[in-house]
Each structure stands twice: as structure tokens, then as C-alpha cells.
């Protein structure tokens, strides 16, 4: 029942800034999750671009840090990833990941993914 959906990805050339969303549906209780964007290239391991937890923290790759940062509108059921000074290396599908552990049992979730794609 639970869908998470990305929108924002396109080609834009390095330097350029995109913004992804990811809008979560059905039967979730969005502000308890945490929220996290991760990344894969074609031939590469996905690897984790940015967290924020249920309580508002975030956190980031090396390699992003100071040119992305992630957000969330609970009352939208939303969560965002602002992507400035893009580099051909930011060059992958973005895929959305809901995460909750309760006593023991988790709860996790993906989206389709959206293609970011940064010409040099």
C-alpha cells in the first residue's frame, strides 16, 4: 500500500541545480520515518547521498556535502533534496528510502528512482 515516488531528475550541464522530491502514499505515518536519498551508477554500488531522521537530523556524503541538502514537509509527506554545483560525478538514478525500527521489527520502503544526469 505504501508508494514513494521521485520527481526532479533531468540533464542539466555541471554547476547547474536540480531539486528532487519524493512524495510518500497510502498507509505510513510519514513523520516517524527516516528519510534518506541514496544514489547508483551504472556499474556502481548504490551508496548513501543524505539522511534526515524523524527528528530532524541530517547527514552526508563526503562528496556532497556543502552543495546538497535534504529536507522534509511532514504535512506534505514529502522529503527533498536540493542539489546545487552539480558535478558529472553526481551522475545516477536518486531513489528514496523510507526507514522505522519499532521493537525490533523494520519497516522500509523504495521509490522507483529518478535519473540526474550532468553533462560536462
Known amino acids: 500500500q505504501v508508494q514513494l515516488v521521485e520527481s526532479g531528475g533531468g540533464l542539466v550541464q555541471v554547476g547547474e541545480s536540480l531539486r528532487l522530491a519524493c512524495a510518500a502514499s497510502?498507509?505510513?505515518?510519514?513523520?516517524?520515518?527516516?528519510m534518506t536519498w541514496y544514489r547508483q551508477a551504472p556499474g556502481k554500488q548504490r551508496e548513501l547521498v543524505a539522511g534526515?531522521?524523524?527528528?530532524?537530523?541530517?547527514n552526508y556524503a563526503n562528496s556532497v556535502k556543502g552543495r546538497l541538502t535534504i529536507s522534509r514537509d511532514n504535512a506534505k509527506n514529502t522529503v527533498y533534496l536540493q542539489m546545487n554545483s552539480l558535478k558529472p560525478e553526481d551522475t545516477a538514478v536518486y531513489f528514496c528510502n523510507a526507514n522505522r525500527i519499532v521493537t525490533g521489527v523494520r519497516y522500509v520502503y523504495w521509490g522507483q528512482g529518478t535519473q540526474v544526469t550532468v553533462s560536462s
Open positions: 497510502g498507509t505510513i505515518f510519514f513523520s516517524l520515518y527516516d
Open positions: 534526515i531522521t524523524s527528528g530532524g537530523t541530517t
